[in-house]
């Protein structure tokens, strides 16, 4: 089968060869700051070790109590346009 990690592409991770396996015959080892894309409490499920490194490792934060962001200005009624305006014609992100 030779060196499997030569093809093998982990993400933000190192691939490490498995000596004594041969399902999975690799695992990525995830650099600082990423993780593998799967619950925590799996991580002794060996297979899963060859997923990829691609998840950020960090908390996710998404309170229910932040105020809602200011709607975005409609544009359409403005009165000074030009026909000159490239955006009058094509949406350029406003």
């Known amino acids: 089968m ?3 990690c ?3 592409e982990c993400g933000r991770g190192q691939c490490k060869l498995l000596i004594n396996s041969t399902i999975p015959p ?4 995830c650099d600082a700051g990423w993780k593998q894309a799967r619950p925590d409490a799996m991580d002794d499920i060996t297979f899963l070790n060859l997923l ?5 490792n960090r908390s996710m934060d ?3 109590n932040k105020p ?3 709607p975005v200005q409609d544009k359409t009624g403005q009165s000074n346009t030009t026909l000159l305006d490239p955006c ?4 350029c992100g406003g």
């Open 2 to 4: 030779g060196n499997v």
């Open 6 to 8: 030569e093809i093998v």
């Open 26 to 29: 690799y695992q990525c080892k």
């Open 52 to 56: 990829h490194c691609v998840v950020p």
């Open 62 to 64: 998404f309170p229910c």
């Open 68 to 70: 809602a962001e200011a």
């Open 88 to 91: 009058n014609s094509a949406d």
